[in-house]
């Protein structure tokens, strides 16, 4: 909140003011056209994803990579292999804090996918994202497996952990309106002890929520594209979240699914690394608007390519498994391997229930249809769609 003054018989006395985030001016004549491009590349790649019936696998994929390459704009190196294992509870070493951080925004990005499209942009829905809150976690399985019901809200508790979830949502009430009262009484409340080494003592994250999020209501009847490069940029304006700098990414993405564009979270993350635009702040407007159309077309140029690679290996194995009796598991193996980045013969035993030799036999089934060998190596052996 700024402190401004107030005219009259009490100019000494401070007076609050809301801070509030001018929304550029956009050249719209020059830039509908650019716009309306974008649009159609992005509907005509989300109509072919969901025609390829791969629409899961190739989420799935995507998500871990994102988690990958969101984590390496921000110079931490992860490796792709070690965040499948750790996402499936099948580390080989001590979990470093980096993969922590790459798991989170994995768990981010299937939090986003699990509920409706405009549920991610809500204060719930942020402090979800974050990981903090009562909101639970939920995240999206690979397809095949069964996926909770959006609109049954017991599916996503409040407060799993409470015995009476009710209790504590009423707890809340009421310990909000004990601080309602205390504000109304003159009494400022004091905020919580927060460690100046991790937290800049002089931001206000709430109330930079409050005005991202009143960002995102005003462009709601924007052009999807341009509501998600405004809002991104407003993100980085109001330095949100300096600890979780991928989450803006998201955010955009969630937008796009939101208005309608793509049911999706497209892979922005992978986008941004391959486009030349940096945001330095000294960008105009249209300037912001064409870097995000930028990360825009590297990031469906990817997707197509990795969707060409998942349809292709998808084609050569389908001939093998077209094959197999109606009780094999090597249909489930083939889902695996489209689903994921790698695939190693320990991971397949466990999600498969079936025994390494299995795998093994799994394996020589597929033949020349069996996806690269990633690591070349006898000990630890790994296959991969790339």
Known sequence: MAIGSREGDFDDEPVLVPRTYDLPDLPWERIAGRLEAITIRILRFDARLEASGLAAGWQSRCDMTEAVRALLLDGHLVDVGDLVLHDAGMD????????????????????????????????????????????????????GSRKPDPDDEAAYPLYANDADPWKAHFAEIDALLARTSKVLAGETPLRKS????????DQDEAEAEDLWLEVVQRTSGWPAIAAAAVAWTAWLDLNLYTRLPWLGLIMAASILRARGLTAHLLPLAAGFKQSKFRPQ?????AETLEGFCQVLEEALGLAHKDLDRLILAGELMGRVTAKTRSNSKLP????????????????????????PKAVDLMLAQLGGALPRELTGRTRYRAWGIV
């Open 92 to 143: 080989v070493r001590h979990p470093t804090h980096e993969l922590t951080r790459a798991a989170a925004a994995l768990r981010a990005r299937r939090t986003a996918l699990a509920r409706k499209a405009p549920w991610p942009l809500s204060i719930d829905g942020l402090a979800a994202l974050r990981g903090i809150g009562g909101v639970a976690e939920t995240s999206v399985k690979a397809k």
């Open 194 to 201: 927060r460690s100046h080494l991790v937290y800049d003592p």
């Open 281 to 285: 702040g000294r960008e105009g407007a």
């Open 332 to 355: 489930g193996l083939v889902e695996l391997f489209l689903s994921r980045p790698l695939v190693t013969v320990p991971l397949a035993a466990k999600l498969l229930k079936v025994t």
